[in-house]
T-cell receptor, first 113, second 113 residues
Framework: DQQVKQNSPSLSVQEGRISILNCDYT??????FLWYKKYPAEGPTFLIS?????DKNEDGRFTVFLNKSAKHLSLHIVPSQPGDSAVYFC????????????FGTGTRLKVLA | ETGVTQTPRHLVMGMTNKKSLKCEQH?????MYWYKQSAKKPLELMFV???????ENNSVPSRFSPECPNSSHLFLHLHTLQPEDSALYLCASSQVGGLNEQFFGPGTRLTVL
């Protein structure tokens, strides 16, 4: 059973508009979350993280929102750019555990020029 | 070289072959990881090494044998693999302890015939 789910395998957005990528988790022990971005033929690269003591973290065009009661987080990219086209992975960890990350299956974002 | 490097980038092998994947990190980290990414599945953690000692084996079949001679190098020895082992194998590194960002290599695309 997947503990971290990204239910949308793909998403297309027009350049300049907002991209919203969603992630749901089932383990209530998870309290630290990350987003990674992956281009073809490259490894995933860290994008942004959020701790459960916060409900929002912002870094430039990227904002992650965390809704603990719903066990849901989302990544907002505003404005979206063609260079943002990639696969985005959500990952979760429990700070009381072994610090290993559980990853989702990824969402492929395509930003149309 | 900078970051995390992996060789070879592509590998095709028969079920009776023995091959090895190599990973090297140039970041001064002391934790290294092997992940497997199969199509439409999340990244699956296989092994974790902290300070050259294996701290996690995620129920990986013995036909995969990791080796970590020092904190900068990690190998994955492959022997009598199955076609379902075909996947992208990603190496990552981080600092030990806490919720440290993992840095990934580009991966080795493995095909088992």
């Amino acid at each position: 059973d997947q503990q971290v789910k990204q239910n949308s395998p793909s998403l297309s957005v027009q350049e300049g508009r907002i991209s919203i990528l969603n992630c749901d988790y089932t383990n209530s022990m998870f309290d630290y979350f990350l987003w990674y971005k992956k281009y073809p033929a490259e490894g995933p690269t860290f994008l942004i993280s959020i701790s459960s003591i916060k409900d929002k973290n912002e870094d430039g065009r990227f904002t992650v929102f965390l809704n603990k009661s719903a066990k849901h987080l989302s990544l907002h990219i505003v404005p979206s750019q063609p260079g943002d086209s990639a696969v985005y992975f959500c990952a979760a960890s429990a700070t009381s555990g072994t610090y290993k990350y559980i990853f989702g299956t990824g969402t492929r974002l395509k930003v149309l020029a | 070289e900078t970051g995390v490097t992996q060789t070879p980038r592509h590998l095709v092998m028969g079920m009776t072959n023995k091959k090895s994947l190599k990973c090297e990190q140039h970041l001064g980290h002391n934790a290294m990881y092997w992940y497997k990414q199969s199509a439409k599945k999340p990244l699956e953690l296989m092994f974790v090494y902290n300070f050259k000692e294996q701290t996690e084996n995620n129920s990986v079949p013995s036909r995969f044998s990791p080796e970590c001679p020092n904190s900068s190098h990690l190998f994955l020895h492959l022997h009598t693999l199955q076609p379902e082992d075909s996947a992208l194998y990603l190496c990552a590194s981080s600092q030990v302890g806490g919720l440290n960002e993992q840095f990934f290599g580009p991966g080795t695309r493995l095909t088992v015939l």
